[in-house]
């Protein structure tokens, strides 16, 4: 069992940033692959950046070169760096641990308006 914390949402002008916290607990994070997802209102979720626990990551062509996913295994967290915000990057965004069905976190709200 893996329960996640989320931290770090708010709202931010375009071309600001964020950074995005996931905390998790239980003994198997180093083993888990991470991943952060989004949820904007009529839309469905998708998928931002993953990292496996070999540290291999992949990202959302749209957030390529502006979003940075990382994660420190002493600490049992995921982090999200987002710079170069954009509007239509707003959403909740969700922390997600492991592969198939996993396990979720409650979500962080992102708002990047003017």
């Known amino acids: 069992q893996v329960q996640l914390v989320e931290s770090g949402g708010g709202l931010v002008q375009p071309g600001g940033s964020l950074r995005l916290s996931c905390a998790a607990s239980g003994e198997r994070f180093s083993l888990l692959t991470m991943g952060w997802y989004r949820q904007a209102p009529g839309k469905q979720r998708e998928l931002v950046a993953v990292?496996?626990?070999?540290?291999?990551?992949t990202y959302l062509d749209s957030v390529k070169g502006r979003f940075t996913i990382s994660r420190d295994n002493a600490k049992k967290t995921v982090y999200l760096q987002m710079n170069s915000l954009k509007q239509e990057d707003t959403a909740v965004y969700y922390c997600?641990?492991?592969?198939?069905?996993?396990?979720w976190g409650q979500g962080t709200q992102v708002t990047v308006s003017s």
């Open positions: 997600k641990a492991g592969a198939g069905d996993g396990w």
């Open positions: 990292i496996t626990a070999g540290r291999k990551t």
